[in-house]
């Protein structure tokens, strides 16, 4: 029953494991050098999407986000006021319960009395939509963009969505 096909069977058994063997290196080498080509674009979409900026109104489906006030130029060192405002589309509205925050940032040249409001801050807050007047001084004269990021929810019948948007508007200041 021994033949010589025997060894070779077994010759040819014990060598297939080692055959795929070669053979895997060259699939996990594919993945590995498909994957980072695959991650690269997501990552650089990511860091377009960052370094685009901000402007001065978010439309989104559901609500507005807009940064607005000092139309024209204002004037370095008088006292300016800036409106956040949100409002609800639709079937949307403001969540009351919901932990409502905007962050303002300037850059040099313009001074903020506060740079952060609650809910309790705003000079309306109710279902259809939130204002939050933001004060602020210009105290040199050129360019200067203020920031608004602001958090906030949007509910409709079904759901709620928490949401951070960030405006951003050009002050020119004489």
Known sequence: MHSWKTPLLALAL??????????EPAET????????????????????????????????????VELSGADGAVTSGELTQL?????GQGEWHLNQDFPFAVDIQAPDGVQLPKDSFGKDDAASFADEGARVDVPLTPTAAGEHTVEAEVRFAICNPQSCIPKTETVALALQVQ
Do not use: F, K, S
Not at 14 to 23: H, K, N, V
Not at 83 to 87: G, K, M, N, R
């Open 14 to 23: 014990a060598a297939a494991p080692l055959m795929g063997c070669e053979e």
């Open 83 to 87: 409106a956040l405002v949100i409002e």
């Open 29 to 64: 080498e594919t993945p590995e050098t498909e994957e980072p080509e695959t991650e690269e674009p997501e990552v650089e979409q990511q860091a377009e999407a960052e370094a685009e900026p901000a402007g001065p109104r978010v439309v989104q489906e559901g609500y507005t």
